[in-house]
């Protein structure tokens, strides 16, 4: 069943072997964290790779994945691994006293167990994740379109790197960013389904950014899911790359100022979910004693996949795969590590 889901290029040309593949991915890593750092302002700090349940700082994601949960002895209780590290950067800014226009990334390290498989999702997850304070009157759009050009710099910078060291490679990461919000993006092609949408306007502009993700569009339907309780919906968004590679779209970050405390109140709402408003993490963001912060999280081995172009993102991490799948990707070239 699992192959059903492969995407199997036509013609597929594996441009590193395996150990020239690791010496590029550190370059990669190297080089785009050290970048991003410096256009955000990020400090590197260190992350939990578990938390405990009842403090609301695991992010649930579109709402329905389960988290893997396992007891700890000394403690007489459970805790679980995180999805993502959305809440526990916003305490962590004020814990640590970081000031407006500066923050924190951290690499990210979670496993996703009801993932399902294929050429660009992995039940292991590594991402840059990455946070910083900002002032009110940076809850903007433009400040959100600033950031994502940073980003995209970043990724352009580290491009020009790697091709240095290896000339075969070719540059993916060409023209401008293109932004468009889900509900232009819904009236421009009402009759393809949210991700044939993003499918096509990546491969008809190169470097997307598509925003206000979470919300209802006026089908009644959102374009994707999106947890109430740390992105603003209507100040978010995602980074998406056409990959010809595949033949589609490849998204490389999703990110956006998070919810204030108005905004929490009226996504829980809007979400039915108003019982998190008694979790500890959402008592001191209503409360106002958080400070205002954007951020989001960038595919450390998305990035490496898209830049190294690769078919396949177990070509570029370590994780496990369906017997079927790997026997596929063998018998057409694509080598799992």
């Known amino acids: 069943m699992s192959v059903k889901k492969l995407i199997l290029p036509e013609i597929y040309l594996n441009k590193l072997d395996i150990l020239e593949t690791e010496v590029a991915i550190k370059l990669i890593k190297d080089t785009f964290e050290r970048e991003l750092a410096k256009a955000l302002h990020l400090t590197r700090v260190s992350a939990p790779l578990f938390v ?7 992010d649930d994601l579109n709402g329905v994945e389960r988290p893997v949960q396992f007891d700890i002895l000394d403690l007489g209780a459970d805790v679980q691994i995180v999805h993502s590290l959305a809440k526990w950067k916003r305490l962590a800014l004020r814990r640590y ?16 167990r009801d993932e399902d498989l294929d050429n660009l999702h992995s039940v292991y997850v590594d991402q840059w994740d990455w946070e910083k304070v900002i002032d009110r009157d940076h809850r903007t759009f433009d400040y959100v379109k600033e950031t994502v050009l940073d980003i995209v710099g970043a990724l352009r910078k580290t491009q020009s790197v790697l091709s240095r060291a290896y000339p075969a490679l070719d ?49 009644g339907k959102p374009h994707d899911g999106r947890a109430p309780d740390y992105d603003d919906w209507q100040l978010n968004g995602d ?30 709402k809007a979400a039915d979910c108003e019982e998190r408003s008694q979790l500890d993490f959402h008592k001191r963001l ?52």
């Open 239 to 268: 980074i998406l790359v056409w990959y010809p590679v595949l033949d589609r779209a490849v998204e490389i970050s999703s990110m956006g100022i998070r919810v204030d405390p108005q905004s929490l109140a009226a996504q829980l």
């Open 286 to 337: 209503l409360a106002g004693e958080l400070p205002l912060t954007m951020g989001g999280g960038i595919g450390q081995s998305r990035i490496c996949m898209l830049l190294l172009q690769k078919a396949h993102i177990g070509e570029v991490q370590a994780s496990i795969w369906p017997e079927d799948m790997i026997d596929e990707c063998e018998a057409n070239g694509i080598h799992l590590l």
């Open 97 to 112: 006293g970081f000031g407006p226009g500066t923050g924190l990334y951290t690499d990210m390290n979670a496993v996703r």
């Open 171 to 219: 540059h993916l990461i060409e023209g401008d960013v293109f932004f468009i919000t889900s509900q232009e993006l819904a009236d421009l092609y009402p009759q393809l389904t949210p991700h044939e949408r993003e499918d096509r306007i990546a491969k008809e502009k190169g470097i997307v950014f598509i925003s206000q993700i979470g919300g209802k569009l006026r089908d």
């Open 52 to 58: 405990r349940p009842e403090s609301g700082l695991n």
